[in-house]
């Protein structure tokens, strides 16, 4: 299993400009999520899904949006990127039962907006 | 809501000292329990979890964590530091029937030979 797999791996934007990160699991995960990740502040939750077809906000979903039409996809898309974008941007997926809560992360996107 | 409060941003320790990452939790259920760790330019990874089985939770590398309910804590351990536990470290915590985990705000393990 290649697990999660994130694309690409880094990308400069300008100001203005929108772009798809895509997130990618193959192991038949109910929910996934996306963070992204600040110098000192952790990890910040800005979408999840439970399932193919549903999505919540988090914790920071100004400026993004999502879509989950399979159960492997969860594609996070930026539109009119800002400098306050910048960031690390993480996917992650995990079992929908208590098996163990665990998520798996993939390596991440690096996203500098200029 | 859960709360996860890390203390200490930065821990630095002598290579072959003792390891020990403090992590608390809010929550007066007790929740399901997560240690996390970060090489540099690399995701999370899991190191170990508390699911209710044992307060004593041995993971990889040969850290462990042990559940205190009383003391609302879930502090990370490691008896020797190899230079090789430089990363990142994060405590996360879920509970209530939501599958979605609160992390802390992590604590960068430094090592010196």
């Known amino acids: 299993n290649a697990g999660v797999t994130q694309t690409p791996k880094f990308r400069i934007l300008k100001i203005g400009q929108s772009m798809t990160l895509q997130c990618t699991q193959d192991?038949?995960?109910?929910?996934m999520y996306w963070y992204r990740q600040d110098p000192g502040m952790g990890l910040k939750l800005i979408y999840y899904?439970?399932?193919?077809?549903?999505?919540d906000k988090g914790e920071v979903p100004n400026g993004y949006n999502v879509s989950r039409s399979t159960t492997e996809d969860f594609p996070l898309r930026l539109e009119l990127a800002a400098p306050s974008q910048t960031s690390v941007y993480f996917c992650a997926s995990s079992y929908r039962d208590s098996r163990s809560y665990e998520q798996y992360f993939g390596p991440g996107t690096r996203l500098t907006v200029t | 809501a859960q709360s996860v409060t890390q203390l200490g941003s930065h821990v630095s320790v002598s290579e072959g000292a003792l390891v020990l990452l403090r992590c608390n939790y809010s929550?007066?259920?007790?929740?399901?329990l997560f240690w996390y760790v970060q090489y540099p330019n690399q995701g999370l990874q899991l190191l170990l979890k508390?699911?209710?089985?044992?307060?004593l939770v041995k993971g990889i590398n040969g850290f462990e964590a042990e559940f205190k309910k009383s003391e609302t804590s879930f502090h990370l351990t490691k008896p020797s530091a190899h230079m090789s536990d430089a990363a990142e470290y994060f405590c996360a915590a879920a509970s209530g029937g939501s599958y979605i985990p609160t992390f802390g705000r992590g604590t960068s393990l430094i090592v010196h030979p």
């Open positions: 192991m038949n995960h109910n929910y």
């Open positions: 508390y699911t209710s089985a044992a307060t």
């Open positions: 899904s439970v399932g193919a077809g549903i999505t």
């Open positions: 929550s007066s259920v007790p929740p399901y």
